[in-house]
């Protein structure tokens, strides 16, 4: 295998800083997929996070023989539940030879939404020292909720491609500046806010995946590397409040990913997040 591994997988690699779930997306999704599970089992550590392609554990990865491995694929025309519990139960085995257990699911599109539930849970919660790469064309059947838990990476895309991971870094300052200013406002205000995505349905989408990036890692402090980088820190919050307005958000991520009436549901989740922050916010008691 002589292609290079994409700078942006690369780079963490190199830093020892790799996410615990990527979606590459893209016709070349599967080739980087190998050179990443090689970067990051690679018994050469290359300084630049690259593979050497020549160490034993790269050539079992090559071949799909390392024992750390794991390659999910559809069983027919869908990636089946049954697929994903399986999966969960093998990720509780321990390492066996190499520094990380890999699992790359290809076509992670082709499930449906009991399936893409399953494949959630497994991420809300992911084993130590596992990381996940899902593999898709086009992003436009993933459920939002498991794009949001996912670092999104070009990787010779076909088709639309979602929320790059750029984007995203770069609507945290928007999403910590509400988070942080919901609370004082009057209704009329957080009516205001919802109408002002009322035309753009895929930035509504792009802002609630950044509010949630901020929640999840708000929730998993002292580890929160996201919530940090955001010029706007959130101010402190229950972790029952945190949970809370999380769901509202993944809630209304799957509304709108139903094709539900954007205005509406940006209505009832701006004014329930508004109740929640509100009653949570030490400035309004």
């Known amino acids: 295998m002589s292609a290079r ?24 999704g599967f080739e980087q997929a190998l050179l990443l599970a090689m970067a990051l089992n690679c018994l050469s550590s290359a300084a630049d996070g690259q593979p050497c392609g020549e160490c034993p554990s790269c050539h079992k990865i090559a071949r799909l023989n390392h024992a750390d491995l794991t390659v999910v694929e559809p069983e027919g025309n869908y990636l089946r539940v049954e697929q994903l519990r399986k999966l969960q139960s093998k990720l509780h085995w321990q390492k066996f030879e190499g520094r990380c257990k890999t699992v790359i699911i290809k ?54 491609f979602a929320l790059s991971e750029e984007r995203l870094r770069e609507l945290l300052p928007q999403a910590a500046e509400l988070l942080n200013s919901l609370p004082q406002m009057r209704i009329y205000q957080v009516l205001g806010r919802a109408a002002s995505w009322e ?34 820190r959130l101010p402190a919050i229950q972790p029952k409040t945190l949970l809370t307005t999380a769901l509202l958000a993944e809630e209304c991520l799957r509304e709108i990913h139903k094709n539900a009436n954007l205005r509406l549901s940006l209505d009832v989740f701006f004014l329930r997040l508004w109740s929640a922050l509100k009653r949570a916010s030490p400035a309004t008691r």
Request: glycine letters at 4%.
């Open 5 to 28: 591994l994409l700078e942006a997988l690369a780079r963490p690699v190199a830093k020892e800083q790799a996410a615990h779930a990527y979606l590459l997306c893209g016709e070349n």
């Open 199 to 232: 035309k753009d349905r895929e930035g509504a989408l792009h802002l609630l995946a950044a509010i949630l990036r901020i929640l999840h890692a708000s929730l998993s402090a002292p580890f929160a590397g996201e919530a940090r980088e955001a010029p706007a």
């Open 107 to 160: 076509n992670s599109e082709a499930m449906k939404e009991e399936a893409a539930n399953s494949l959630l849970k497994i991420l809300e919660d992911p084993p130590a020292d596992t990381v996940f790469i899902l593999l898709a064309q086009t992003t436009d059947k993933i459920l939002p909720t498991v794009l949001s838990r996912c670092q999104a990476v070009n990787a010779g895309a076909s088709g639309s």
